[in-house]
């Protein structure tokens, strides 16, 4: 199990669609300042921001199942949390 979710992990595939949700989360974070926007279309933006978390969260799982508990994934992972 763990070759084939290195497989994944270490796919281009996999990085290029990672890097198009982080443009699109980037798209929506733009879009958020606008409160006009946020008003037509709170219950969109609500549910892309749920999407996307769980995107990043199940990435996170699979390169810690990927990589195992080496302190540089752990470092990298609270490091994130620590930006979010």
Not at 23 to 49: C, F, H, M, N, Q
Not at 63 to 75: L, Q
Request: a positive charge.
């Amino acid at each position: 199990m763990v070759e084939r979710v290195q497989k994944i992990v270490g796919n281009k595939l996999f990085n290029n669609f990672l890097f198009a949700i982080i443009l699109l989360s980037a798209i929506i974070i733009g879009l958020e300042t606008y409160p006009e926007l946020v008003r037509e279309y709170k219950v969109i933006l609500s549910l892309a921001d749920k999407v996307i978390v769980a995107i990043f969260t199940f990435e996170i799982i699979l390169k810690i199942i990927a990589h195992g508990k080496k302190p540089g994934i752990i470092s990298l992972i609270h490091g994130m949390f620590l930006i979010l």
